[in-house]
């Protein structure tokens, strides 16, 4: 992962006095941290006072006020501390343990069940504090399962995880508290960072400079930066917490946008395309092969892309449309464009089927015509593959398609104008930056068209796709019929197999898709207790032999090899397969008209977006299709997610709550877009602030494109030190 920013400047302030301490002051050093606790703190990578204080809570707990254990109220929470007056540790029923805790008013019984490891750590005589719901218990109160915070003894404090720290003052426990809750580690824990940071803090905050300057700010009515450290670390009421928060949020946001719309103007001012002419004739000659009209919504985003195509500027553009609008042909369009003016092109997909779907599709589209067409994925035989790169590098392929495969060093353009990738999704802003480094002897650099069929919630786009246009297919080709989505329980599996039997009869087709290929444990829980997961052979066999008994069916899954898994999709295309049993290797782009029906198991598995995906494989063609969610999920909350699926069949709908419900990194994984994770900034939470970072920095980049102004020096080393990896900011720099 790359670096933070470390938000503070090592240099000190001018006109202190005498600076006792600078942002780059080892830990170890500092009179109350010490070299054992320097040595933790290190292992965190907290090895001086700026990184100290630049390590951020991820949250902030609300600490209540104190009182007397007699005043704890039944039904309220509450938070009291007293002496450990004695403990013990119950192993039968539910286990648990006990410890009864007593002040000068009073005793309170705790109990934690299924914690009998606390025994290791409340021992009697121990002054501590907790805090939790308080119910009644016999003539007293008792909390079950409170938080609690050893308190120390005079002179020494131990964190709730046993460390003896040294000792601060404790602030005054009679009102309310928000306590920062720190990324931790085994070796050094929350409490402990809270107060190594309260040691330095005073110090250090008038040490942080501010790349934002006073006007910018107070039109934005965002916090000095300064005091958003010290109001994040050291809050004393929700509104500062907010404030601060407000602040750092922002300048994540920002530095970003500030780095994607650097490289965008990067791409526009540095880079050189093909220009790619367009006629009434070209036009003509490329729509006579299509099967199809296309649609007015097809229509309008080829518009931008002519339009695009026809400068040198790289293209760098964003298409989507839902799951089934017709974006394949849209594509293909593009290509042809770079072939009529005699260049190549490329479709890279994210799966070795879909790639060969492509090729199959595109062949037979463009049969009889003179443009070669290859296929080149990680199953290409090796003789084949040099053969496919050498007419490659000569210009003898017009069009390749492939996966990822087409990004390695050894593929070689004579004269690549348009890449084309599929399902972008599957692709971070890495890939997208090699696809662009396919430059062409000439110097110049292809048009980069992006293909989604899970529509980015904007919010996302923005952020992730934000150095690229954007256009949206929105409606579907004509005669589609909606596909109707049910939920049901397993209690009607069978039930529901046996009616699908009829549209068998009538020469339809099904896919079933399952979680897992083998029987045996979800390998996503290792560590939950293993869940009965539906399986490739299982429920290909349970089928088989049960309500489908006599039908052909076929397996499919990413294990199986290229040769019997094109065999089998051929099989299935061409009507000889009734049924596909499969893992989510057909999630994407996979089309075959005559299916119909889309049966999932243990749908509560999988995201609404990715179901989504797959009740997309049916009502293709013009048969009524359905969609069955088999489920039974655990929770009230699971449930509604399905039903979700059951109301609307609007997948920009669908993505915006997938991503409310299981957050953006679940749903794209920064991970997976390249970019470092936000430490403060929730794209949920902060769609406003997203959106007033991306007008600042857009506006701020149209003025000083390279942010080389002696002001912006400090802004300018923060942007590269966060997001110059990750963005690919190297040559911008
Ligand atoms: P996706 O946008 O999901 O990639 P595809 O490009 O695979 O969608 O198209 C879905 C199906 O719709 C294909 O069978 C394709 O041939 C068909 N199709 C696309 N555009 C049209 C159109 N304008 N009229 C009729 N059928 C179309
Ligand atoms: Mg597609």
Same mark, same amino acid.
Not at 399 to 411: A, K, N, Q, W, Y
Not at 614 to 627: H, I, K, N, T
């Given at each position: 992962?790359?670096?933070?920013?470390?938000?503070?400047?090592?240099?000190?302030?001018?006109?202190?006095?005498?600076?006792?301490?600078?942002?780059?002051?080892?830990? +170890?050093?500092?009179?109350?941290?010490?070299?054992?606790?320097?040595?933790?703190?290190?292992?965190?990578?907290?090895?001086?006072?700026?990184?100290?204080?630049?390590?951020?809570?991820?949250?902030?707990?609300?600490?209540?006020?104190? %009182?007397?254990?007699?005043?704890?109220?039944?039904?309220?929470?509450?938070?009291?501390?007293?002496?450990?007056?004695?403990?013990?540790?119950? !192993?039968?029923?539910?286990?648990?343990?006990?410890?009864?805790?007593?002040?000068?008013?009073?005793?309170?019984? @705790?109990?934690?069940?299924?914690?009998? /490891?606390?025994?290791?750590?409340?021992?009697?005589?121990?002054?501590?504090?907790?805090?939790?719901?308080?119910?009644?218990?016999?003539?007293?109160?008792?909390?079950?399962?409170? !938080?609690?915070?050893?308190?120390?003894?005079?002179?020494?404090?131990?964190?709730? $995880?046993?460390?003896?720290?040294?000792?601060?003052?404790?602030?005054?426990?009679?009102?309310?508290?928000?306590?920062?809750?720190?990324?931790?580690?085994?070796?050094?824990?929350?409490?402990?960072?809270?107060?190594?940071?309260?040691?330095?803090?005073?110090? @250090?905050?008038?040490?942080?400079?501010?790349?934002?300057?006073?006007?910018?700010?107070?039109?934005?009515?965002?916090?000095?930066?300064?005091?958003?450290?010290?109001? /994040?670390?050291?809050?004393?009421?929700?509104?500062?917490?907010?404030?601060?928060?407000?602040?750092?949020?922002?300048?994540?946001?920002?530095?970003?946008?500030?780095?994607?719309?650097?490289?965008?103007?990067?791409?526009?001012?540095?880079?050189?395309?093909?220009?790619?002419?367009?006629?009434?004739?070209?036009?003509?000659?490329?729509?006579?092969?299509?099967?199809?009209?296309?649609?007015?919504?097809?229509?309008?985003?080829?518009?931008?892309?002519?339009?695009?195509?026809?400068?040198?500027?790289? %293209?760098?553009?964003?298409?989507?449309?839902?799951?089934?609008?017709?974006? %394949?042909?849209?594509?293909? /369009?593009?290509?042809?464009?770079?072939?009529?003016?005699?260049?190549?092109?490329?479709?890279?997909?994210?799966?070795?089927?879909?790639?060969?779907?492509?090729?199959?599709?595109?062949?037979?589209?463009?049969?009889?015509?003179?443009?070669?067409?290859?296929?080149?994925?990680?199953?290409?035989?090796?003789?084949?593959?040099?053969?496919?790169?050498?007419?490659?590098?000569?210009?003898?392929?017009?069009?390749?398609?492939?996966?990822?495969?087409?990004?390695?060093?050894?593929?070689?353009?004579?004269?690549?104008?348009?890449?084309?990738?599929?399902?972008?999704?599957?692709?971070?802003?890495?890939?997208?930056? +090699?696809?662009?480094?396919?430059?062409?002897?000439?110097?110049?650099?292809?048009?980069?068209?992006?293909?989604?069929?899970?529509?980015?919630?904007?919010?996302? @786009?923005?952020?992730? &796709?934000?150095?690229?246009?954007?256009?949206?297919?929105?409606?579907?080709?004509?005669?589609?019929?909606?596909?109707?989505?049910?939920? @049901?329980?397993?209690?009607?599996?069978?039930?529901?197999?046996?009616?699908?039997?009829?549209?068998?009869?009538?020469?339809?087709?099904?896919?079933?898709?399952?979680?897992?290929?083998?029987?045996? +444990?979800?390998?996503?829980?290792?560590?939950?207790?293993?869940?009965?997961?539906?399986?490739?052979?299982?429920?290909?066999?349970?089928?088989?032999?049960?309500?489908?008994?006599?039908?052909?069916?076929?397996?499919?899954?990413?294990?199986?090899?290229?040769?019997?898994?094109?065999?089998?999709?051929?099989?299935?295309?061409?009507?000889?397969?009734?049924?596909?049993?499969?893992?989510?290797?057909?999630?994407?782009?996979?089309?075959?008209?005559?299916?119909?029906?889309?049966?999932?198991?243990?749908?509560?598995?999988?995201?609404?977006?990715?179901?989504?995906?797959?009740?997309?494989?049916?009502?293709?063609?013009?048969?009524?299709?359905?969609?069955?969610?088999?489920?039974?999920?655990?929770?009230?909350?699971?449930?509604?997610?399905?039903?979700?699926?059951?109301?609307?069949?609007?997948? &920009?709908?669908?993505?915006?709550?997938?991503?409310?419900?299981?957050?953006?990194?679940?749903?794209?994984?920064?991970?997976?877009?390249?970019?470092?994770?936000?430490?403060?900034?929730?794209? $949920?939470?902060?769609?406003?602030?997203?959106?007033?970072?991306?007008?600042?920095?857009?506006?701020?980049?149209?003025?000083?494109?390279?942010?080389?102004?002696?002001?912006?020096?400090?802004? !300018?080393?923060?942007?590269?030190?966060?997001?110059?990896?990750?963005?690919?900011?190297?040559?911008?720099?």
């Amino acid at each position: 992962m790359p670096e933070r920013t470390p938000p503070i400047s090592s240099r000190k302030a001018k006109g202190e006095p005498k600076p006792e301490l600078a942002l780059g002051t080892p830990l +170890a050093g500092i009179r109350g941290i010490g070299q054992a606790l320097g040595a933790k703190l290190a292992t965190l990578g907290l090895t001086n006072i700026g990184k100290l204080i630049a390590h951020l809570p991820m949250r902030h707990e609300k600490l209540e006020a104190e %009182t007397p254990i007699d005043e704890l109220v039944p039904g309220q929470i509450g938070s009291a501390r007293g002496e450990v007056a004695n403990t013990r540790i119950v !192993r039968r029923g539910r286990a648990r343990f006990e410890a009864v805790i007593v002040d000068d008013t009073d005793r309170l019984d @705790a109990v934690w069940f299924n914690q009998a /490891y606390l025994g290791e750590r409340i021992r009697p005589g121990m002054r501590i504090r907790v805090q939790g719901k308080c119910q009644k218990f016999g003539p007293g109160v008792q909390m079950v399962n409170p !938080r609690f915070e050893i308190l120390p003894h005079a002179g020494q404090e131990t964190t709730a $995880m046993g460390n003896a720290v040294p000792s601060i003052a404790e602030p005054g426990m009679h009102e309310e508290r928000l306590r920062p809750v720190y990324p931790a580690s085994e070796e050094v824990n929350s409490r402990a960072i809270e107060r190594a940071i309260a040691k330095v803090i005073d110090a @250090a905050i008038p040490l942080i400079e501010d790349h934002l300057d006073d006007a910018f700010r107070s039109k934005r009515n965002l916090a000095p930066l300064a005091q958003a450290y010290r109001l /994040y670390h050291a809050p004393k009421e929700p509104a500062e917490v907010l404030s601060a928060q407000r602040r750092l949020a922002y300048d994540e946001l920002l530095l970003l946008q500030l780095g994607v719309h650097m490289k965008r103007m990067h791409l526009r001012e540095g880079l050189k395309a093909p220009v790619l002419k367009w006629t009434e004739q070209i036009d003509e000659h490329i729509r006579r092969r299509f099967p199809f009209e296309l649609t007015s919504a097809q229509n309008g985003v080829i518009k931008d892309m002519i339009a695009d195509l026809g400068t040198r500027t790289p %293209t760098n553009r964003l298409i989507q449309g839902d799951v089934g609008s017709g974006k %394949t042909i849209v594509a293909l /369009y593009g290509m042809l464009l770079a072939v009529a003016s005699r260049h190549q092109a490329a479709l890279m997909a994210p799966t070795e089927i879909l790639a060969e779907q492509h090729h199959a599709s595109i062949s037979r589209v463009l049969a009889g015509s003179t443009v070669r067409i290859e296929l080149l994925t990680g199953s290409t035989p090796k003789p084949q593959r040099g053969e496919i790169l050498a007419r490659l590098s000569e210009g003898k392929v017009d069009i390749l398609i492939g996966t990822h495969s087409l990004l390695t060093e050894s593929v070689r353009f004579k004269s690549l104008a348009v890449s084309i990738v599929d399902e972008q999704h599957r692709f971070g802003v890495h890939q997208r930056a +090699a696809i662009r480094a396919k430059a062409d002897d000439a110097g110049t650099t292809p048009h980069v068209l992006v293909m989604t069929a899970t529509p980015i919630p904007r919010t996302l @786009a923005i952020t992730l &796709f934000g150095d690229l246009d954007i256009s949206t297919i929105k409606a579907l080709p004509p005669g589609r019929r909606p596909v109707r989505t049910t939920v @049901a329980g397993l209690d009607r599996r069978l039930e529901i197999y046996e009616s699908i039997l009829p549209r068998f009869d009538a020469g339809e087709q099904a896919f079933v898709v399952v979680p897992a290929i083998d029987p045996g +444990a979800d390998p996503q829980s290792a560590a939950a207790p293993a869940e009965e997961l539906a399986d490739v052979r299982t429920v290909l066999s349970d089928l088989e032999k049960g309500p489908w008994k006599g039908r052909r069916l076929a397996g499919i899954h990413g294990r199986l090899n290229r040769q019997s898994r094109d065999s089998i999709m051929e099989r299935f295309r061409a009507g000889q397969v009734d049924a596909i049993i499969a893992t989510t290797v057909i999630e994407v782009g996979v089309d075959i008209p005559n299916a119909s029906v889309m049966i999932v198991e243990n749908a509560d598995r999988f995201g609404l977006a990715q179901l989504h995906q797959l009740r997309g494989r049916v009502g293709r063609g013009s048969r009524e299709s359905v969609c069955i969610l088999l489920a039974d999920p655990a929770t009230e909350e699971g449930m509604q997610r399905l039903r979700v699926m059951e109301k609307t069949a609007d997948g &920009f709908v669908l993505a915006e709550k997938d991503m409310e419900i299981r957050g953006p990194g679940e749903l794209f994984g920064t991970r997976q877009s390249g970019l470092p994770p936000f430490k403060v900034a929730d794209l $949920m939470r902060d769609r406003e602030l997203l959106a007033m970072a991306r007008r600042d920095a857009a506006e701020w980049i149209r003025r000083s494109p390279l942010l080389n102004r002696p002001e912006e020096s400090l802004v !300018r080393r923060r942007l590269l030190k966060a997001y110059g990896p990750s963005l690919g900011l190297g040559d911008v720099g």
